[in-house]
DNA sequence: CGGTTTATTGAAATGCGTCAACGATTGTGG
DNA sequence: CCACAATCGTTGACGCATTTCAATAAACCG
């Protein structure tokens, strides 16, 4: 039903599927790194820890969070292939990264990189666009933080269906990771989901795949 | 009433008094600005227009701020003295700006900047400093709005605090300003500040005029 | 000094969190 | 292949934090 490929082509471009399988261009930046696999849950860098890398993602998801004083975990971003993360303005990292599934990313060293930067105009620009894409995403996720939970939970899925062709997402992460991202309780994601499917705005094929009927945010 | 600044002599540190007067040093990308004067209320470009500039404070203070659908105003960011704004990834403002106060600000073309930026390694650079900063702001931001009303307004005196010198905050902006930049209610704000003054974790000169006493924020 | 904006306070409504139970899914070893 | 345990997700009842609505008070401005 969806977008035909041409399919016998070298794979230059974006791949057809989800989100978390498919594989970024290269780009200048990525030409001074090395690869990376991650497993499940496997810690990336801690926070506290000297930036000595950035990171791009090639395959799978990576969660960058902190801890609350009171325990409560806030997650800060998600970043899929071809987002760049660990960026960081002072020394040390300000919050954790870890892989949310099994990942490939690509590790490029910061000092390389600055120095680089100092000399090739390319690769200052590129800086400058990878902090100015984060920045983005940093404001879309504050303005995230001030709908309700209902709307946070839908422009949620809403972001994620953009990533993807077509209208079905997949939800590599669990409930839990949803909710510390949106700042609510799992339970408060599981309600929202199931009045959004009652609403039939969207609808379950399982736990973790979800078709998104609406065609635009319901909120801003 | 207060703070007598030095009248006669050229204005080259950052002076003494509240944030709202100090004036900062100039910078490479500054020395390729103009200056514009701004009353109160003044709004300096709208969301939706071509962004032209970017902005640097002087002397003042400037917030920037979108509407949702509801009608309630969203505050994204607020610049004080050395602060730069209107920084754009994409080709529109995404947000307005308006003079909390009336004030001054550098007013920096953009293509200009852009194109020096291609051959000079430090306006490249600061351009990235500038935009890492903006990245930090929105960063913190975000973390703001997950706290509690109660922990929000501490954050936030706290926050003004570090930017003055002295334990004496001068809000230039109303409640209702701040309460759009933290997600909450005027009544919220106003709530919350009876209660640190009824905690003495601070206490009033006059509605605007906040003495803070606590010396570390109360939430992380 | 009067009118207007801004700030505070109180009472009632509501949305989300908390706690607890249940149900579904996944992974493991027999 | 099934049984079991462990994890993950959903649902319900209740409580609390914040909003909403309304009234009053204080500050500001001509």
Known sequence: MPNSKSPGS?????????????????TPVDRMSSERLLS?????????QAAENIYKVEIGCIKTFAHRRNGRCLLVGMYFPGDYFGLEIRKMHHVSAEAVTSSKILV??????????????AVSKEMLD??????????????????SANERVGQFLFDMKKRNRGKEVELVMSRQDIADY???TAESVARALTQLNNQSAISFRSHRRVVVHIRRPMAA
């Open 130 to 147: 990878i902090t100015g894409r984060e920045l983005h995403r940093a404001m879309q996720h504050s303005l995230l933080l001030r709908l």
């Open 10 to 26: 070298p794979p230059r471009r974006r791949e057809r599927g989800n989100a978390v399988l498919s594989k970024p261009d290269q």
């Open 182 to 184: 949106l700042n609510l």
């Open 108 to 121: 490029i060293g910061r000092k390389a990189l600055v120095s680089r930067a100092a000399t090739e105009a």
């Open 40 to 48: 499940r849950r496997e810690l990336i860098y801690r926070k506290g």
